[in-house]
């Protein structure tokens, strides 16, 4: 774990510009978290607070009330008192970020990956939290800062979507606890689970029908595989394909699901989730460069394609046998 909330506290009361960071590609936890403290530490007063990511604020998350403070990094670097990464394994995935810093006397890492080195000069690594919202949440309510409605929201969001909706075995009671919490200081669940999880653009909905059709399946693995050509075709931008792998996750005889994402870098994108605890698939991705989770993890690879799909699910099979 490394520090404690209260030392984040006090490197947070007293300094007057802080920056907020989260990893690209950002999900639910990543934008929750940082609305969440964004709006906290604002009604503190008396500091300049910034939220950057380098895709900016999904489409499908700026419902939330703050989402205008997550912004792409600018032109021109600045430098800030403190800069806090929030939900990122490690420091080269706040991307574009990094180079838009001129200078910082403080880095605080707060995340829950256990992949995560510590590369924070205070670093508070939870890898039993369901989510790097629930830290935050922590932090708020342990420590005395603000959490006004729309934090709660915003938390709430990033509880949800790094439970599956709290259908993942990283729910616990304490996310269940946590999220009643947060209703009764007033978030209204049902109408950010619309927001969140019923208001997808068609092209969404067109993309999972070819990504059916062509999925492949081999034994105890199933694989979604997309290509740059589908993405223009179909006009497809990075979140739409957040979250299809459940579709085939879901298959009773899938113990590992797999999505590959053609990226226009020549890397392949390789999301990869695991519904048996004893397969461990963060170690798999850790071999290629990445992290996360033991039964949620990714990596970015370069290759063809192809290639790259058929040396992952092999490596996966034996992963499999191994376990089996």
Excluded at 91 to 106: D, H, V
Aim: glycine share 8%; aromatic share 6%.
């Amino acid at each position: 774990m490394g520090s404690t909330l209260e030392t984040i506290r006090d490197a947070l009361l007293p300094a007057e510009r802080i920056l907020l960071l989260s990893h690209v590609r950002p999900d639910g936890d990543a934008i929750g978290s940082q609305i969440a403290l964004a709006l906290s530490l604002t009604a503190l007063g008396g500091k300049r607070v910034s939220a950057w990511n380098e895709d900016g604020c999904p489409t499908n998350l700026r419902f939330l009330e703050g989402s205008e403070l997550v912004a792409s990094p600018p032109g021109v670097p600045e430098s800030f008192d403190v800069v806090v990464c929030l939900d990122t394994a490690s420091k080269e995935r706040l991307g574009r970020c990094l180079a838009a810093i001129t200078a910082a006397k403080q880095w605080i890492n707060i995340d829950h990956h256990v992949s995560n080195p510590g590369y924070g000069d205070i670093n508070f690594i939870d890898a039993a939290a369901a989510a790097t919202g629930e830290i935050i949440y922590d932090l708020l309510t342990s420590q005395g800062l603000p959490l006004p409605v729309a934090s709660a929201a915003a938390l709430y969001v990033a509880l949800s979507t790094d439970t599956g909706s709290f259908r993942y075995p990283n729910t616990t009671a304490r996310s269940h606890e946590m999220a009643a919490d947060l209703i009764r200081r007033g978030v209204d669940a049902a109408t950010i689970c619309r927001y969140v999880y019923e208001s997808y653009p068609r092209r969404r909905a067109v993309l999972l029908g070819e990504l059916l059709t062509h999925a492949r399946f081999d034994g105890q693995t199933a694989a979604f595989i997309l290509d740059n050509a589908t993405k223009a075709r179909l006009h497809i931008i990075s979140e739409d394909v957040d979250g299809l792998i459940d579709a085939i996750r879901c298959v009773d005889t899938v113990q590992v699901a797999a999505f590959f994402e053609e990226l226009p870098d020549d890397r392949i994108r390789v999301s990869v989730r695991s519904k048996n605890p004893d397969i461990d698939v963060g170690s798999v991705c850790r071999e290629y460069g990445g992290g996360g989770h033991r039964l949620a993890a990714g990596a970015r690879i370069r290759g063809e394609l192809r290639q790259v799909v058929d040396r992952v699910l092999q490596r996966i099979s034996r992963e499999i046998s191994q376990r089996s």
